[in-house]
């Protein structure tokens, strides 16, 4: 029974901790670029698209999906390092757990 309690005590701590984490998330960015810097996505922890920057060099009225090719790479690939950034941050938590589907 003692042996329960401690678990549960750690599940608790590591759940604040977790927490917390998630919280410091919100407040870290990624910058991603595609164009050669053309186009600049800011996100945020959370998966929050923050800014997104527009060269006036990429702006070609006659070729607009070009712009939205470009900002749809900016976008996916922000988002992606978000997700790693989220892996590296909160996965020590998950290290041998297998819950699938946790974030």
Known sequence: MKNMGNMMKQMQKMQKQMAKAQEELKEKTIEATAGGGMVTVVASGDKR???VKISEDVIDPDDPEMLQDLVLAATNEALKQVDEL???DLGKFTKGMNVPGLF
Do not use: A, G, M, P
Request: net charge negative.
């Open 49 to 51: 698209i923050l800014d």
């Open 86 to 88: 989220v892996e590296q």
